[in-house]
Antibody, heavy 119, light 110 residues
Framework: QLQLQESGPGLVKPSETVSLTCTVSGGSVSSGTHYWTWIRQPPGKGLEWIGYVYDTGSTNYNPSLKSRVTISLDTSKNQFSLKLRSVTAADTALYYC???????????WGQGTLVTVSS | QSALTQPASVSGSPGQSITISCTGTSSDVGGYNYVSWYQQHPGKAPKLMIYEVSNRPSGVSNRFSGSKSGNTASLTISGLQAEDEADYYCSSFTGTITWVFGGGTKLTVL
């Protein structure tokens, strides 16, 4: 059974960079047509797609975040990561990692990690 | 990339059927059969309920069904049960190899 687990700092100051990692177990990040994806949810609000890294290493991002986001793959650790630069209070959210199954859907999700942006 | 449009809330009594709509454009919902639906209970991660417009993953009740007409997709839940009370989100693949979510719909079982 595939499992995903997010990890990260929890609290970040405005203008800093937040780095999150998703550790995948029960499967490999380098097998199959999978889009390893980050999705976020501000408190009390809906889901927002952030971007993905494909298992070849190619990436694509939400146009609204593209200038501040980098997603990368570490096959040696079976992990993928998110870096979000120049954060503001608007970036406070629960950040989920998920597996995109080809173009069809997100079939496995992590539990989410809360990132709070505050001085 | 605008969010898909869902009603903020729907409600129904146990045993009844409800339908949640998800409206996009020809660049997302209308252009691809890659609409999916997710159920999210409070404090939990979203759970995939429907993929490719109308397919159910293994283990999802057949009370959940999906359809699409033009730029609008729909999720129907029949035989409503108390455990169905949750937030529901639609999502669609888009032409720029990105994805977009709906704003979410809160389902209340009366």
């Amino acid at each position: 059974q595939l499992q995903l687990q997010e990890s990260g700092p929890g609290l970040v100051k405005p203008s800093e960079t937040v780095s999150l990692t998703c550790t995948v177990s029960g499967g490999s990040v380098s097998s199959g047509t999978h889009y390893w994806t980050w999705i976020r949810q501000p408190p009390g609000k809906g889901l927002e797609w952030i971007g993905y890294v494909y298992d070849t290493g190619s990436t694509n991002y939400n146009p609204s975040l593209k200038s501040r986001v980098t997603i990368s793959l570490d096959t040696s650790k079976n992990q993928f990561s998110l870096k979000l630069r120049s954060v503001t209070a608007a970036d406070t959210a629960l950040y989920y990692c998920a597996r995109g199954l080809a173009a069809t859907s997100f079939d496995y999700w992590g539990q989410g990690t809360l990132v709070t942006v505050s001085s | 990339q605008s969010a898909l449009t869902q009603p903020a809330s729907v409600s129904g009594s146990p045993g009844q059927s409800i339908t949640i709509s998800c409206t996009g454009t020809s660049s997302d919902v209308g252009g691809y059969n890659y609409v999916s639906w997710y159920q999210q209970h409070p404090g939990k991660a979203p759970k995939l309920m429907i993929y490719e417009v109308s397919n159910r993953p293994s283990g999802v009740s057949n009370r959940f069904s999906g359809s699409k007409s033009g730029n609008t997709a729909s999720l129907t839940i029949s035989g409503l049960q108390a455990e169905d009370e949750a937030d529901y989100y639609c999502s669609s693949f888009t032409g720029t190899i990105t994805w977009v979510f709906g704003g979410g719909t809160k389902l209340t079982v009366l």
